[in-house]
């Protein structure tokens, strides 16, 4: 496929397609464009452009669009959520879920646009005053993973859009074909070109063009740390605003008094949903001594029950994304058994005709782990978790903050008080207490240390793409 640029499927000035995988069976489904510094700049120069009428548009307008797509994403929700359940690998029912969630995000930004505010501060001076006003940053650069890869651009589109800003999106090299298909419906919707722009292309080949860029005001970064890092030195080089949603290590306590017929299902939920290829998933666990060994074998029992095929079996679990993704989860599970860990469950890449051909990794559970071993310490994101005992309240909350990483924190206690204390004590962006919901439009998403830097969601999110001006007026 091509570039969405200006409105238009433009092809690659290096003329050269790279291949989209089905991770599931290694077959190829499609090719993306490989662009280079050239395509970065007509994209670039295509958004600027757009930008210039965008930010005069009214926001009811934007608004009435933006509604307009979401309720395109819905029309379309079973061809966009096949492509993603074919480039990802994901079941086809959390790609649907994906969709209507992303639709629903649309919607909410929209309406949230409508509320932005300025201000008057009633200074009561003869003939002063000052007004605080807020303007759109300018043309937005979305760089995006693979494994949301359209909940994580819509949490960026829809909040930069209803601001006035224009955008050029980088998808994944591992999923670019949904972002594409957005484009289309960006097409039906009947944007203005320019609004929405999307270059494919591996992120070494184009990354330092987009954010260097000088038409470039900001850069919308989902990934993982390393990659945020790298992004995050190169704009401030530049003074480039950031958002930056990075890595996590999410750590869950469960206390002796927690409720187990809540706790287990949402871990096991929590821990292994998109085969852990997701952010804020549950990555270690520390579970009071006195019920640990219960606790472990609830878990094991209810892990054992999911499944894992083909996304459109019917099935609880794909194949990862990829080998380098792969191989992640077998290291950091030979590196715990090295140093001691016990087995519970899994562990070992799946065999037969089902599974040659693709790159599955069972659900797996460690125990006995410490912080030694990667498990506890690094980025899985995938299926596999460590389990700790603890003694006290006090030793697991600083076991959980023992960690670089920010995103998310979990505690089961039927103690509210118990709870909240922990909370207010993990180093996290979220904290959930006594069960794991889906994290809401409406409230604010980021991670804290090495897991990022601002927030997404919410008005926050979308005052992130405006910047404060004040006008002094004298009369
Ligand atoms: P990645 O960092 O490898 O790639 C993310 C994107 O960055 C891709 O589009 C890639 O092409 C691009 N990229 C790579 N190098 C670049 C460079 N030098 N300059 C500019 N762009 C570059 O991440 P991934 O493997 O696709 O995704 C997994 C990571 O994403 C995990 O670490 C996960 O925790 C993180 N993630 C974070 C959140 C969050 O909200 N905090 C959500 C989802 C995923």
């Known amino acids: 496929m091509e570039n969405y640029i200006n409105g238009k499927w433009v092809k690659p000035h290096s003329a050269q397609y790279a291949d989209v995988l089905n991770p599931s069976t290694g077959a190829v489904i499609e090719r ?17 452009m757009a930008f210039k009428s965008w930010k005069k548009t009214p926001v009811a307008h934007r608004a009435k669009l933006q509604h307009q797509a979401a309720q395109l994403m819905r029309k379309h929700a079973d061809e966009l959520a096949r492509t993603i359940a074919n480039e990802l690998g994901r079941p086809l029912a959390g790609c649907l ?34 007004l605080i006003v807020r303007e759109p940053v300018g043309v937005v650069v979305a760089i995006t993973p693979f494994n949301y890869p359209i909940t994580l651009l819509t949490m960026k589109l829809g909040a930069a859009l209803m601001a006035g800003c224009t955008v050029v999106s980088k998808p994944s090299e591992d999923t670019p074909l949904s972002t594409l298909k957005l484009a289309e419906i960006f097409t039906e919707a009947g944007y203005p070109e320019g609004v929405f722009n999307v270059i494919t292309g591996y992120g070494y080949d184009i990354g330092n063009a987009l954010i260097e860029h000088s038409i470039t005001a900001k850069i919308a970064f989902t990934g993982g740390t390393d990659t945020g890092l ?10 480039k605003r950031v958002t930056l949603e990075l890595g996590g290590q999410s750590p869950a306590i469960v206390c002796a008094d927690a409720n187990l017929a809540v706790a287990v299902p949402a871990i096991v939920r929590h821990a292994f949903a998109n085969s852990g290829q997701f952010c804020y998933r549950v990555n270690r666990l520390y579970v009071h001594e006195s019920i640990y060994a219960d606790f472990l074998g609830q878990m094991v029992a209810l892990t054992e029950k999911l499944t894992v095929g083909h996304p459109f079996s019917g099935c609880d679990m794909g194949p990862m994304v990829n080998q380098k993704i792969y191989q992640n989860s077998e290291n950091q599970v030979q590196d715990a058994l090295h140093k001691g860990a016990l087995l519970k469950t899994g562990g070992h890449r799946m065999k037969g005709e089902l599974y040659d051909k693709g790159w599955f990794f069972p659900p797996t559970i460690l125990a006995d782990t410490n912080h030694s071993m990667q498990i506890m310490t690094q980025e899985t994101f995938g299926p596999v978790v460590g389990v700790m005992p603890f003694q006290t309240n006090e030793q697991a909350v600083a076991w959980a903050n023992d960690s670089d990483f920010g995103l998310a924190a979990y505690v089961f206690s039927e103690q509210l008080g118990t709870g909240l204390r922990m909370a207010e004590s993990l180093e996290a962006g979220s904290v959930w207490i006594n069960n794991i919901h889906r994290s809401y439009h409406d409230v604010p998403f980021g991670g804290v240390k090495q897991s990022g830097i601002g927030r997404e969601k919410g008005h926050y999110g979308i005052e992130a793409y405006t910047e404060l001006k004040t006008i002094y007026l004298n009369y």
């Open 32 to 48: 993306f464009a490989c662009s280079n510094p050239e395509d970065v700049n007509a994209a670039l120069e295509s958004a600027k």
């Open 97 to 130: 879920t994906e969709i209507s969630r992303s639709a629903d995000l649309f919607d909410f930004y929209s309406e949230e646009g409508l509320r932005l505010k300025g201000e008057v501060p009633l200074h009561n001076l003869e003939g002063e005053k000052a």
């Open 230 to 239: 790298r992004i995050g030195a190169l704009a401030a080089a530049h003074n």
